[in-house]
Nanobody, 117 residues
Framework: QVQLVESGGGLAQPGGSLRLSCAAS????????MGWFRQAPGKQRELVAT???????NYADSMKGRFTISRDNAPNTVALQINSLKPEDTAVYYC???????????WGRGTQVTVSS
């Protein structure tokens, strides 16, 4: 089992920045892909970005430019930097973990990001 805990969400003004963090714990071994998804009210959950154990990144086309995913120094921790926030970035942001060994997928509970003046 893998547990994911997100942090860093909250209320931000348009044009501002937020940094989300996700820490994975539990039975973690081998290569994995961690990522961020988001779900806005009334919409489907969508991919923001993913990053492999080796640091290779993948972004949804609509997320390129203002979003940066990275592996933090702490083991099995991934961050998402969001710059130039827009009201349409308002969503619950979910951390995702996929083991490349077991193929199991885990989700965090999500952290709310609200962009409003």
């Amino acid at each position: 089992q893998v547990q994911l805990v997100e942090s860093g969400g909250g209320l931000a003004q348009p044009g501002g920045s937020l940094r989300l963090s996700c820490a994975a714990s539990g039975t973690i071994f081998g290569s994995n892909i961690m990522g961020w998804f988001r779900q806005a009210p009334g919409k489907q959950r969508e991919l923001v970005a993913t990053i492999t154990t080796g640091g290779s990144t993948n972004y949804a086309d609509s997320m390129k430019g203002r979003f940066t995913i990275s592996r933090d120094n702490a083991p099995n921790t991934v961050a998402l930097q969001i710059n130039s926030l827009k009201p349409e970035d308002t969503a619950v942001y979910y951390c995702n973990f996929r083991s490349l060994i077991t193929a199991r997928i885990y989700w965090g509970r999500g952290t709310q990001v609200t962009v409003s003046s």
